[in-house]
T-cell receptor, first 112, second 111 residues
């Protein structure tokens, strides 16, 4: 399973753009990159997933360079409600039964 | 769809007691997982299942057992509870690549 490395914590202010980078040097050819968000006392929630280049949905963008050894989750114009822990996961299809290592994630604190 | 449901929400156990944490999903997903999350830490995989009748160990399986008799249900059994098993337990199911859907969790306290 690919190991991921993320910053332990980040601070931001309301209205700013936040970029969280995840390193995954040993990513495999069939691995996807998925980000989850977790609020206190809740289970993680899917945010976005990508394989290469850029993916955008209604809540975030995911940037993946050509070598795929890292990825950046971008949250535009964060609000206080975006304060949460963000996890980067790297995993393939059914080759490893979807097992993933969550790691400790990045705690994002948005200040007023 | 209710998604992934877990019961109970909270439980206090005495050392040496046993219990079963229930997990049910109504999305017809083949893959299901059990994680534990200690305070301030990430999730650690306990057991997983790729379909009815098939289960396998994750990172931290000791002290736990699972079964998967149907696609919908994936109960986690704790035998001889220990204080080290105090944690929040999350069940998840998966559809396509790496998109897991999590239940609300069960908070367990072993005293």
């Amino acid at each position: 399973l690919a190991k991921t490395t993320q910053p332990i914590s980040m601070d931001s202010y309301e209205g700013q753009e936040v970029n969280i980078t995840c390193s995954h040097n040993n990513i495999a050819t069939n691995d996807y990159i998925t980000w989850y968000q977790q609020f206190p006392s809740q289970g993680p929630r899917f945010i976005i997933q990508g394989y290469k280049t850029k993916v955008t949905n209604e809540v975030a963008s995911l940037f993946i360079p050509a070598d795929r050894k890292s990825s950046t989750l971008s949250l535009p114009r964060v609000s206080l409600s975006d304060t949460a822990v963000y996890y980067c996961l790297v995993g393939g299809d059914n080759t490893n039964a979807g097992k993933s290592t969550f790691g400790d994630g990045t705690t994002l604190t948005v200040k007023p | 769809n209710a998604g992934v449901t877990q019961t109970p929400k909270f439980r206090i156990l005495k050392i040496g007691q046993s219990m079963t944490l229930q997990c049910t999903q109504d999305m017809n997903h083949n893959y299901m997982y059990w994680y534990r999350q200690d305070p301030g830490m990430g999730l650690k995989l306990i057991y997983y299942s790729v379909g009815a009748g098939i289960t396998d160990k994750g990172e931290v399986p000791n002290g736990y057992n699972v079964s998967r008799s149907t696609t919908e249900d994936f109960p986690l059994r704790l035998e001889l509870a220990a204080p080290s098993q105090t944690s929040v337990y999350f069940c998840a199911s998966r559809d396509r690549v790496e998109t897991q859907y999590f239940g609300p969790g069960t908070r367990l306290l072993v005293l």
